[in-house]
C-alpha cells in the first residue's frame, strides 16, 4: 500500500508541474554545457569544432526510479571571413523522471553570427528553433484497487479513465542569445551571455487546460585567469535563471593545474591540464567536479551533495554527473582559438 501511496504522490505531482509548467532540466557542470544555455556560444569552441555527451542521475538515494538526464551536442564555425563567422550546432536532450517515465526531448539547431569588435573582444548575436516534446507512459504504473494483499497486478483495471493511455505531445520552440568573449589582457579573459528560452510559449499540457510552458531567461558568465607563477589558472563561473516561480543561483570557480604545456608552433591539444573545484547551487547543494582535457578529449564529473531540507531524505546524496567532450582542430593555433595564450 505504501508504494501505491507514493505512486499516487508522484501523479500528482507531475500533474502539479504540468499545471504551473515544467522546469527546465539543468546541469551541475553548467560551464561545460554552456550550448545548453546560450545558442549565441556556437562556435566558441577551442578548435573548430567539438561534439559532447554527458549524463545525469539524480534521486537515486530515494526511489528506484531515479531521474535521468542525457545531452549529446555538436557546434562548429563557418565561413569566417576576417575574424567575422558563423557558429552553428545540433543538441539533442532526454529527461526520464520517476515511475510513469515523464520523459522531455529536445531537438534544438542553435546558430549564430560573430563579429570581431576589435583584436580583444567578440560579440555573438544567436537563434535557436527546437523541436519540445512531453511524454507520460501508463504501462509501469499501479493503482490502489489493483492491489491483490500480495502484490500489485496491472491486469486489473485501474478505473481511472483519464489516464487509461500514454499522453505524448509535441511543439515547435524557439530561444535567443547574445554572447560577449573579451581578452582583458594577456593573462586574463572573461565571458558574459544571457538568453532568453521558450519564447514562443507553447501549450504544454497533457490535458485540457491551457497550461503554457514559462519563458526562461538565462544569465550566465566566466572568468579565467592565469597565474604565470605557479602556472594555475583561475576559472570563477556563475550562472542563473528565471523561469515563471522557479529560479536558480549557481557560483563558485575551479582551478586547471597545467601538467604538460604545448609547442606555440602546433597545435594547443598536445597541452594536459587537469581541472578541480566546487560551485553553489544557492538553497540546494554543493558541486565538487574535476575534469581531465588530454590532447583534444576531457572527461569530467561531479557530485552534488545536497544541502538543502531534501537532505533528510537524500542523507546529502544529490546527484552524479559526467561528460564527455572532443575538440577537432583542422588548422593551426591562431587568434579564433578563444584560449588565454
Known sequence: MKKGVVIAALLVAVFQTNANAQ?????????ESQLYMNPAVAG??????????????????????????ISASSDWRMFDRGGNYMGAGVTFYNDVAGV????????????????????NNLI???LQPAW??????????NWFNQWTGVAYDQGIDNGELLLSQNFNI????????FYWDSYISRTA??????AGHHLTKQRINLTEDDDRLYRKLVIHGQGEFLMEESGVTILPAFSAFLQGPNKEINFGSNFRFLLKSGSRATSYFEEITFSTGAYFRWGDAIVVNAILDLSGFSFGASYDLNVSG?????KGVGSMEFFLRYRIQFGTRNLRNNRVH
Open 23 to 31: 522546469q527546465d532540466q539543468h546541469f551541475s557542470m553548467f560551464t
Open 44 to 69: 566558441f569552441t577551442q578548435g573548430d569544432m567539438q561534439l559532447f555527451t554527458n549524463y545525469r542521475l539524480q534521486w537515486s538515494n530515494v526511489s528506484d526510479n531515479p531521474y535521468q538526464t
Open 124 to 126: 555573438s548575436f544567436g
Open 100 to 119: 510513469p517515465q515523464y520523459t522531455t526531448n529536445v531537438i534544438a539547431l542553435p546558430f549564430n553570427y560573430t563579429l570581431r569588435v576589435d583584436r
Open 310 to 314: 531534501l537532505n533528510v531524505a537524500t
Open 132 to 141: 519540445y516534446q512531453r511524454v507520460i507512459k501508463n504501462q509501469e504504473m
Open 170 to 177: 509535441s511543439r515547435f520552440d524557439i530561444g535567443t542569445g
Open 189 to 194: 579573459k572573461l565571458r558574459l551571455g544571457i
